[in-house]
């Protein structure tokens, strides 16, 4: 079991994976998580920051998304933005 602390609410729960986001919170994952699908769909060579820019969501829910392991190769190229130094 892992505790884990809700990115939305800042619940503390307990559950059998790792992750970022409460049952309550969810839904609010799956619409965002929708909008940045057909976007990519779109224009697929799209990196968290120009998502972020289009669709009103924070390049930082995004690469969340990523390290969740909802955005994959397969849902379209995905590239992290450049790290800064
Ligand atoms: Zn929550």
Redesign the pocket.
Known sequence: MYTNV?K??H?VFRSRIRTL??R??RHLDDGQLDDIVQYLKQYPNSNALQIGEELGIHPYEILKFMEEGWLTESRGEFSRLPEEN
Do not use: D, I, V
Request: with cysteine; hydrophobic share 0%.
């Open positions: 809700c939305h609410c619940t986001c409460c309550e919170c």
